[in-house]
């Protein structure tokens, strides 16, 4: 009990991820205050959630890239050993240049699609298992 005699609030889960991002923001919504803000305000904190997104990126763009893989993840699955091969590969060979972040950027392009369609198809998770089973042998080889 607080000496006002309420009962304090108790922090959901998503209340306390949301600290770990950014405490202001989290204890707005833990007071209830985000429910009652004027379209101005609105358009404010979503420039700043904007902003820090861009400045959380700028921090961490030197860090590993362990972003999605997504057909590997969906053929072998996010922890598999071929997923973290096809993810070194990204990183240390195709990220550096500019061809191969082209070719980076059209795959998260394309690849959620591709990924929809191998769900509703399971043989064509196994064709193009063996597509990449290749692709991973020969990369495998190259980065070795």
């Not at 306390?16 to 707005?28: I, K, N, P, S, V």
Request: aromatic letters at 6%.
């Amino acid at each position: 009990m607080t000496s006002r005699g309420k009962r304090p609030r108790r922090l959901s889960a998503s209340n306390l991820a949301a600290l770990g991002r950014c405490e202001q923001q989290a204890m707005f919504r833990h007071h209830g205050r985000a429910e009652r803000i004027d379209p101005a305000l609105a358009a404010a904190r979503r420039r700043g959630d904007l902003e820090h997104t861009r400045r959380h990126r700028a921090v961490t763009a030197g860090r590993s890239r362990r972003g999605p893989c997504f057909i590997a993840t969906a053929v072998y699955g996010g922890e598999a050993w071929q997923t973290e091969t096809l993810r070194k590969w990204r990183d240390r060979s195709l990220m550096p240049c500019r061809a191969g972040r082209a070719l980076v950027r059209a795959y998260y392009r394309l690849s959620p699609t591709v990924v929809i369609a191998l769900t509703r198809r399971p043989w064509a998770v196994r064709l193009v298992r063996v597509l990449l089973d290749r692709l991973i042998h020969h990369v495998a080889r190259r980065m070795a």
